[in-house]
T-cell receptor
């Protein structure tokens, strides 16, 4: 069974802390994505990566960075967490082909910044 | 620009009622269209998809038809069940890295 896993389901951090969210996929997908999900705003793309060590900014990259050292792993980093980064974070992956690419999602990490 | 607009929720229906969730899109080029479902406490799962105009996607009793003339991809189900309670997202993709989601529609089905 194909799978995208995220390191934590729930996380509570304090303002100013450095936060790491990890995502691992076992499908040998080239593309990986980080979204945040907020009520009334749907999913917003933070960063994506189409290959190891490659990254591109999404719609809301401010306050975030990412790391892709291995094909199966994509990390989202909050350098200095702030309360407005309290949200649900979803990781996804997909194949890189010329046709449509279904995205497979992890279960999400609900982050609370106090 | 490219975008997806879906009907605001929340939607509350009685079991066995007919469901329609409207979705319209704006896109340059020829998108593929998707409906994803998110059950409580879980990530998004693909529900159905359509890759070209007039295609009909279907799964678990849900259907949606890709209508290029009205730029729509409305989700329908003839008889909803309590287990269909979830948040539904319409989405389009243009190229490998360009995925656009609607804001989601929450559905609650009551017995």
């Amino acid at each position: 069974d194909v799978k995208v896993t995220q390191s934590s389901r729930y996380l509570v951090k304090r303002t100013g802390e450095k936060v790491f969210l990890e995502c691992v996929q076992d499908m040998d997908h080239e593309n990986m994505f980080w979204y945040r999900q907020d009520p009334g705003l749907g999913l917003r793309l933070i960063y994506f990566s189409y290959d190891v060590k490659m990254k591109e900014k999404g719609d809301i990259p401010e306050g975030y960075s990412v790391s892709r050292e291995k094909k199966e792993r994509f990390s989202l980093i909050l350098e200095s967490a702030s309360t407005n980064q309290t949200s649900m974070y979803l990781c996804a992956s997909s194949l890189r082909t010329l046709s449509y690419n279904e995205q497979f999602f992890g279960p999400g990490t609900r982050l609370t910044v106090l | 620009g490219n975008s997806v607009t879906q009907m605001e929720g929340p939607v509350t229906l009685s079991e066995e009622a007919f469901l329609t969730i409207n979705c319209t899109y704006t896109a340059t080029g020829y998108p593929s269209l998707f409906w994803y479902v998110q059950y409580p406490g879980e990530g998004l799962q693909l529900l159905l998809k359509a890759t070209k105009a007039d295609d009909k996607g279907s799964n678990k009793g849900f259907e949606a038809t890709y209508r290029k003339e009205t730029t729509s991809f409305h989700l329908e189900k003839g008889s909803v069940q309590v287990s269909d309670s979830a948040v539904y997202f319409c989405a389009l993709i243009l190229r490998s890295n360009q995925f656009y989601f609607g804001t989601g529609t929450s559905l609650t089905v009551i017995p």
